[in-house]
């Protein structure tokens, strides 16, 4: 695997997540390693800023038990979304809670330009501000006679005031009070810098600024969820009433079913797998993955164990977990077969 110079950021709260699921800490960290900090100019994989090509988890010594274990726990904490093409799979971080690699999104994306973005806009020099307050011309020598005296209030034509810091002893002449006018643009001012602090998840809900500010309390992963949440379900009365239920649960509720006019390959699959199922003496099992193959998830037999899985893989990889399933059960039929035969 090839390291990539630079670091990544790992905040103390990861501890939770490596002893409640070592191989998602380790399938994290893996993906915070491989993430483009920035848009590639050229990706074989077409990859993103936060985004990574994974599917080879054998690297990091997770069974494909694990590593489907591994990619659930992540999405439902709201760490990493996954997404497949005909490629693999791309993880894309999407919290900054545990991991943070310093992303730099590209500056085609719609977003406020980064504190060092704007720290390298260039700041005029000390030169060039003496010559933007120095007059134009220079003054006439004063004579002996004038030199004593205090200047006048107003600047000659042709020259400016020359503005330097009052001594101790000179008072300080207090601002004039803004005009109504000002007043508003300090307002609008004001609550552009507070809007800035809300999490970027909240953009694009009808909330005012103190309904999002009430939200600052909970994580920025759990409030995503629950942003997900309302986005999918529907009849929603009051949208800060859901996402606050929401991001109180102590455990974060299932998103609700998402419903898609087209099914995707996955999917395809997925009910192939299930009629077999229910062809073969599992119609109870079946009967479950009807509601959860919507939302790209259903159960498997494995060893004759009932195994939860994630359809957000590659087809090859489920169509190998099917395979392998399909002929365990298959198999364990003619050995009850079997016996039955010896017992006649």
């Given at each position: ?5 630079g670091?990544?950021?790992?905040h103390?709260?990861?501890l ?16 915070a390693?491989?993430?483009k900090?920035?848009d590639?100019?050229?990706?074989i994989?077409k990859l ?11 690297t990091i010594?997770?069974t494909r ?5 591994a ?6 904490q709201?760490?990493v979304?996954?997404q497949t093409?005909?490629k693999?799979?791309i993880a894309?971080l999407?919290s ?15 977003k406020?330009?980064?504190?060092s973005?704007?720290?390298a806009i260039e ?8 010559a933007i307050?120095?007059?134009s011309?220079k003054p006439s ?5 004038n030199?004593?005296e ?5 600047p ?8 330097s810091s ?12 803004l ?5 508003k643009?300090?307002?609008k001012r004001a609550?552009a810098?507070?809007?800035?602090t ?8 009808d909330?005012?600024?103190?309904e999002k500010?009430?939200?600052m309390r909970?994580g920025?992963?759990?409030?995503a969820?629950?942003v997900?949440?309302?986005?999918r379900k ?6 800060i009433?859901m996402?606050t ?7 974060l ?13 996955q999917?395809?699959l ?6 077999f199922?229910?062809s073969?003496?599992?119609a109870?099992q079946a ?8 939302n790209?998830?259903?159960?498997i ?5 009932p195994m939860?899985?994630?359809l957000n893989?590659p087809?090859q990889?489920?169509?190998e ?5 399909k002929?365990e059960?298959?198999k364990s039929?003619r050995i009850?077969?079997g016996?039955?035969?010896?017992k006649?």
């Amino acid at each position: 695997m090839k390291i990539v110079e630079g670091f990544i950021k790992l905040h103390r709260e990861g501890l939770d997540l490596l002893k409640d699921s070592p191989p998602a800490f380790l399938l994290l960290v893996l993906i915070a390693l491989r993430a483009k900090r920035a848009d590639p100019a050229y990706s074989i994989y077409k990859l993103k800023a936060n985004e990574a090509f994974i599917g080879d988890y054998g690297t990091i010594g997770l069974t494909r038990s694990q590593y489907r274990t591994a990619i659930e726990k992540l999405e439902k904490q709201g760490l990493v979304k996954f997404q497949t093409n005909t490629k693999g799979t791309i993880a894309t971080l999407i919290s900054t809670t545990l991991l943070d690699i310093n992303a730099e999104p590209g500056e085609t994306d719609d977003k406020k330009p980064s504190s060092s973005r704007l720290a390298a806009i260039e700041q005029p020099t000390i030169d060039q501000v003496t010559a933007i307050l120095s007059p134009s011309e220079k003054p006439s020598k004063l004579s002996m006679e004038n030199q004593g005296e205090q200047p006048t209030e107003k600047p000659t034509n042709g020259h400016q005031i020359a503005f330097s810091s009052p001594r101790d002893s000179q008072p300080v002449a207090s601002k004039s009070p803004l005009t109504k006018k000002e007043e508003k643009e300090e307002e609008k001012r004001a609550a552009a810098a507070f809007s800035q602090t809300f999490y970027k998840c909240l953009e694009g809900l009808d909330l005012s600024d103190q309904e999002k500010y009430s939200l600052m309390r909970f994580g920025e992963s759990r409030v995503a969820h629950a942003v997900e949440f309302v986005k999918r379900k529907q009849d929603v009365d009051s949208v800060i009433g859901m996402l606050t239920w929401v991001c109180q649960q102590p455990v974060l509720p299932e998103l609700p079913r998402e419903k898609r006019k087209n099914l995707t390959p996955q999917q395809k699959l997925a009910w192939e797998y299930n009629q077999f199922l229910s062809s073969n003496g599992y119609a109870a099992q079946a009967k479950q993955n009807e509601e959860k193959i919507p939302n790209d998830r259903m159960v498997i037999l494995e060893q004759g164990q009932p195994m939860p899985i994630t359809l957000n893989h590659p087809l090859q990889i489920l169509q190998e977990d099917f395979r392998k399933s399909k002929e365990e059960i298959l198999k364990s039929q003619r050995i009850v077969r079997g016996l039955q035969g010896d017992k006649l």
